[in-house]
């Protein structure tokens, strides 16, 4: 006998069923943050972690699989999870917003969600010296680029300097419909591995350098390269400074940074680790983001 279907009243009336389940979900997920927070200010840990959140966007991602639409999953996961954020305390965050150049704005509200309180300010420089001086927990700036006359990069080869600790959009083909396609997160923090990361070195020399030639010295130390940037500063000195990208995650106390200090010879000043980011998902087939080289940033 053949069982009957079910009547379109029923079958939302499941559909509601399972809303206030998921419902209850969120709040039992709500209650245990309330639970985290004060153990983490206790052990000094931070309220972000990027590192985590790429991981747990991999899982769900994959878990997903072809049934739901992977970038719904990312854009729900995105808001739960920076509901989150907000629920352990204010997190204030900053967004370069200049007047002729290209908007974080859009990809900042994104990334942090739609309650988050963001505030703009004329470029990246900016950006980092609030992030700096504490005025908002995190700042969001536009990925490296090439030629850039002012690149905010040089601004954080100091200890004191904030760090790039995620890379946004959190999955490659989820980039905003207007301004920044791409950028990353500044925060007084240390970055954390996820598995699957880059790693931001910065180089300073008096000349001599050279982004082919440091290349091939992280390279032979077993550092990728995806993509490099330089810039010189105006002045007697003009010395360089060199960004690369590694395909790596490299702690800022990791023993190979002596060995490339003293590869780098003559002239060589300083280096520093400026940040690193969890290598974002693919939306379409699940595979790694690209390198920065592969997105046409640097060379």
């Not at 600790?165 to 954390?192: D, F, T």
């Not at 280096?271 to 699940?286: F, H, N, Q, S, T």
């Amino acid at each position: 006998m053949t069982e009957p279907q079910p009547t379109l009243s029923q079958l939302r009336d499941e559909i509601d069923r399972l809303d206030d389940q998921l419902m209850d979900l969120l709040l039992s997920r709500a209650r245990l943050v309330d639970r985290i927070g004060p153990l983490k200010g206790a052990s000094g840990d931070p309220v972000l972690r990027p590192g985590r959140e790429a991981m747990i966007l991999r899982r769900l991602l994959a878990r997903a699989g072809a049934t739901f639409d992977r970038a719904a999953v990312t854009r729900i996961w995105r808001e739960i999870v920076s509901a989150a954020v907000r629920q352990q305390g204010p997190f204030p965050v900053a967004a370069s917003m200049p007047d002729d150049g290209s908007s974080c704005w859009a990809l900042t509200r994104d990334h942090f969600g739609a309650s988050a309180p963001i505030t703009a300010l004329p470029g990246p420089a900016q950006v980092v010296g609030a992030v700096s001086r504490g005025e908002v927990a995190a700042g969001v700036v536009p990925y490296p680029v090439s030629d850039d006359p002012e690149p905010w990069w040089t601004r954080l080869i100091s200890d004191a300097a904030p760090r790039v600790v995620a890379h946004l959009p959190a999955a490659i083909g989820l980039s905003p419909a207007r301004g920044c396609p791409q950028g990353v997160v500044l925060a007084m923090m240390a970055p954390e591995p996820s598995g699957e990361d880059r790693t931001l070195i910065a180089f300073e020399s008096t000349g001599g350098l050279g982004r082919s030639r440091l290349r091939g010295i992280l390279e032979a130390r077993g550092l990728p390269v995806c993509a490099t940037w330089s810039h010189r500063w105006a002045g007697p000195e003009q010395n360089e400074a060199i960004l690369a990208e590694v395909a790596a995650f490299v702690p800022a106390d990791a023993d190979v940074l002596t060995d490339l200090a003293g590869d780098c010879g003559e002239g060589f000043l300083r280096l520093a680790v400026i940040g690193a980011y969890a290598v974002p998902c693919r939306l379409g087939d699940g595979e790694d983001g690209p390198s920065g080289a592969e997105r046409g940033a640097g060379s």
